[in-house]
């Protein structure tokens, strides 16, 4: 009994001693969180009730989180007298779905914070479940929201053999962006969050400051390669999930890459033993 006892202590200690070392490893990360559908119709993985974004957004402005933009986060990755704020937040959107117009615009000037929409400049004006160029522009004016690209069409970038290709969707819908809301286009998400060296390396020949993926992490000094914080994943988007995201992200985020790895190495049935929230 008294060696099971020393043997559990070990365990424990052992434990938090990984848990802390995770946690000092990321200490320098920013989350970043990634957000796609606001609305009360949908019922999908990628959509959150307005309540539940309204009070997400409650949570971080009540507990001391400081909502910040990219071009802070960089500002502050490039000039080291530039510090950023305690609890720095960055919060971006996917697509461009109108509800961000209905539904998320609302509560931003309502809590009075910041966030980045990356959108598909095809899709604008052209399919009534998307924001319109006006109201992008209006967004954009009022200071609490930047658009910026989600390349023209949505197409994986690693799917597209060509590098023209590649650059057409990447400057065109720089362009679309420059062109119709008069503002430089400086940050790019990409589909699906898919990349490889050429895909980064055409992102800065384009012009782009920095490369959003899908990848579940806090934000590093790496400008082509900036994890996220999916808030979606989920027919339930608890407080309680979103806490857990938000605050655990050094240990989850291993574990997420872990079960994926299980998951592609064709061991889903001890994938399925990992809980990830």
Do not use: C
Not at 91 to 101: A, C, L, Q, R
Not at 149 to 159: C, E, I, M
Not at 224 to 246: E, K, W
Request: proline share 5%; hydrophobic share 40%; net charge negative.
């Amino acid at each position: 009994m008294k060696r099971l006892f020393i043997f559990l202590v070990i365990l424990l200690a052992a434990a938090s001693g990984f848990i802390n070392w995770l946690f000092q490893r990321e200490k320098d990360g920013v989350p970043i969180l990634s957000y796609h559908q606001v609305n009360d119709i949908d019922k999908n993985a990628l959509t959150l009730t307005v309540e539940q974004f309204d009070a997400q957004m409650k949570y971080l402005v009540d507990n001391g989180y400081n909502v910040i933009t990219p071009d802070q986060l960089l500002d502050s990755w490039e000039d080291e007298n530039i510090q950023l704020p305690e609890n720095p937040v960055v919060i971006t959107f996917d697509d461009g779905h109108v509800d961000i117009y209905k539904n998320v615009f609302p509560i931003l000037k309502k809590y009075n914070i910041k966030a980045t929409f990356f959108l598909v400049t095809d899709n604008l004006n052209l399919y009534p479940n998307y924001v319109t160029w006006a109201q992008a522009r209006e967004m954009q004016e009022s200071g609490l929201a930047d658009i910026e690209s989600h390349t023209l069409s949505h197409r994986l970038l690693t799917d597209i053999n060509s590098r023209d290709r590649i650059w057409d969707q990447l400057y065109g819908s720089k362009q679309a962006i420059e062109w119709y809301l008069k503002k430089p286009a400086k940050y790019i998400a990409y589909p699906n969050g898919q990349y490889d060296l050429d895909v980064q390396d055409i992102t800065k020949e384009a012009g782009y400051r920095a490369g959003f993926t899908i990848n579940y992490g806090l934000a590093h000094n790496g400008h082509y390669v900036l994890d996220r914080i999916p808030i979606y994943g989920a027919n339930s988007h608890t407080l309680f999930r979103f806490q857990m995201r938000l605050k655990l992200a050094p240990i989850i985020a291993p574990l997420s890459r872990f079960k994926e790895r299980l998951i592609s190495d064709g061991n889903p049935e001890v994938a399925s033993l990992i809980w990830i929230p």
